[in-house]
């Protein structure tokens, strides 16, 4: 793959949350891009159509699950693989987001960060 072939964004506003992911991720070679909100992460896939999207559940102007939603309704970003990473750890939000078309669900406190890497490498 190419770099510009590896795009990821992540979607999450806990900047530095986001700039541990970001560094760790270009290390391994990911071109990476960020949004720090639900409506911006979602103009993102759109215009630069990643190869996956990290997507964080409590989110300012759209939360994940709404984006997921509206993802849904779209062919072409239906395609990319979106894994859930959140605190809400609860059965109830996992199947949630799986219904709603996640490829995989992380528990933010659960994780490191070579199982993040791990999981996104199971997806492209």
């Given at each position: 793959?190419?770099?510009k072939d590896k795009k990821i964004?992540?979607?999450?506003?806990?900047t530095f949350l986001s700039n541990i992911y970001k560094t760790k991720l270009t290390k391994e070679g990911f071109s990476i891009l960020m949004a720090d909100n639900g409506?911006?992460?979602l103009a993102l896939m759109k215009s630069e159509k990643p190869v996956l999207v990290l997507l964080d559940?409590?989110?300012?102007?759209m939360d994940g699950f709404e984006v997921l939603e509206r993802v849904q309704k779209d062919a072409k970003l239906k395609k990319i693989p979106i894994v859930i990473m959140s605190n809400l750890?609860?059965?109830s939000d996992v199947e949630k987001g799986k219904t709603l078309g996640a490829v995989d669900y992380i528990v933010k406190s659960?994780?490191?960060l070579e199982n993040v890497i791990t999981t996104i490498n199971k997806y492209l």
């Open positions: 793959m190419r770099m964004l992540i979607i999450e506003d806990d409506e911006d992460g559940i409590m989110l300012p102007k750890g609860q059965d659960d994780t490191t």
